[in-house]
C-alpha cells in the first residue's frame, strides 16, 4: 500500500517561498508520475505540477508556471515542489498524488481521477 506525507505548508506574504515534500513509503516510486494539486474552499481540486517517473520531463498549469518547480529524488522517494513569487490566489491545501503508468499524457496526468494514492494535503496561506 502507498502512503504519501506532504509537509512544508504554512503562513507567507505575498511575493514570498515555499517549499513543499512529498514522502512516498511503499510501492515503487522510481515507476511512479508524481503530481501537485491544489484545492482552495469551494473549489475542485486543481492540477499544479506533474512529473514523469525518470524526472526528465515536467509539466506546469498556466497559474504557476515560471514560478513553481517540481523535483523529486528516487533514491530518497520524495518529490518536492519550490514555489516563488506566491500570490494569494495560491492560498489553498496542496496535495501530491501518484500514478502508477508509464503514460506521460497530459491529458492523463492533468485528471485527478488517473491518480490512485494521495496525502493528506498540507495548507499554504499567501497574505497581501
Known amino acids: 500500500q502507498v502512503q504519501l506525507v506532504e509537509s512544508g505548508g504554512g503562513l507567507v506574504q505575498a511575493g514570498g517561498s515555499l517549499r513543499l515534500s512529498c514522502a512516498v513509503s511503499?510501492?515503487?516510486?522510481?515507476?511512479?508520475?508524481i503530481g501537485w494539486f491544489r484545492q482552495a474552499p469551494g473549489k475542485e481540486r486543481e492540477f499544479v505540477a506533474a512529473?514523469?517517473?525518470?524526472?526528465?520531463?515536467?509539466n506546469y498549469a498556466d497559474s504557476v508556471k515560471d514560478r513553481f518547480t517540481i523535483s523529486r529524488d528516487n533514491a530518497k522517494k520524495t518529490a518536492n515542489l519550490q514555489m516563488n513569487s506566491l500570490k494569494p490566489e495560491d492560498t489553498a491545501v496542496y496535495y501530491c498524488?501518484?500514478?502508477?503508468?508509464?503514460?506521460?499524457?497530459?491529458?492523463?496526468?492533468?485528471?485527478?481521477?488517473?491518480?490512485?494514492?494521495w496525502g493528506q494535503g498540507t495548507q499554504v496561506t499567501v497574505s497581501s
Open positions: 498524488g501518484v500514478i502508477g503508468s508509464f503514460t506521460w499524457v497530459r491529458t492523463y496526468y492533468t485528471s485527478s481521477n488517473s491518480y490512485a494514492s
Open positions: 512529473i514523469r517517473w525518470d524526472g526528465r520531463n515536467t
Open positions: 511503499g510501492g515503487f516510486f522510481s515507476n511512479y508520475i
